[in-house]
C-alpha cells in the first residue's frame, strides 16, 4: 500500500486548507486511517482518525476546526482544516491500517505512511 499525501501549502491564520491521502493497492474501505503531524522540533502527533465505518476522534486541539474524512471510491482520504493557528504548523503525514481499531487510533504504529505534506500558517 502506497499513500500520496498532498494539499499543504501557505496561509494565514484563520484561513483553511484541505489535505488529501490517496492509497494505492490494498483495500481501502476496510483501513482505518489517521492524520498525524510533526512541528519543528517536536514529537509527531495525533490529529484525526477515521475507521472503517465513519466514526471520527480528534486531538482536542484541533476539534471543532478540522474535518476528516474519506471517499472509498477514490480511495481517498481528506482533512478539512478551517480556522487554521500559527500552531498548526507542520508536516502532516496521513497514515492506514487495515487493523485499526478505534481505541487505539492515537498510537502511531501504522501499518502504512504517506510522505507528508507542510502546512504552514502564518500570523
Known amino acids: 500500500v502506497q499513500l500520496q499525501a498532498s494539499g499543504g501549502g501557505l496561509v494565514q491564520a484563520g484561513g483553511s486548507l484541505r489535505l488529501s491521502c490517496v492509497a494505492s493497492?490494498?483495500?481501502?474501505?476496510?483501513?482505518?486511517l489517521g492524520w498525524f503531524r510533526q512541528a519543528p522540533g517536536k514529537e509527531r502527533e495525533f490529529v484525526a482518525f477515521?475507521?472503517?465505518?465513519?466514526?471520527?476522534q480528534y486531538a482536542h486541539s484541533v476539534k471543532g476546526r478540522f474535518t476528516i474524512s474519506r471517499d472509498n471510491p477514490r480511495n481517498t482520504a481528506y482533512l478539512q482544516m478551517n480556522s487554521l493557528k500559527p500552531e498548526d504548523t507542520g508536516i502532516y503525514y496521513c497514515?492506514?491500517?487495515?487493523?485499526?481499531?478505534?481505541?487505539?487510533?492515537?498510537?502511531?504504529?501504522?501499518?502504512?505512511w504517506g510522505q507528508g505534506t507542510l502546512v504552514t500558517v502564518s500570523s
Open positions: 493497492g490494498g483495500t481501502f474501505r476496510r483501513y482505518g
Open positions: 497514515a492506514a491500517d487495515p487493523g485499526r481499531i478505534f481505541s487505539e487510533a492515537r498510537n502511531p504504529n501504522y501499518d502504512y
Open positions: 477515521i475507521n472503517w465505518s465513519g466514526s471520527t
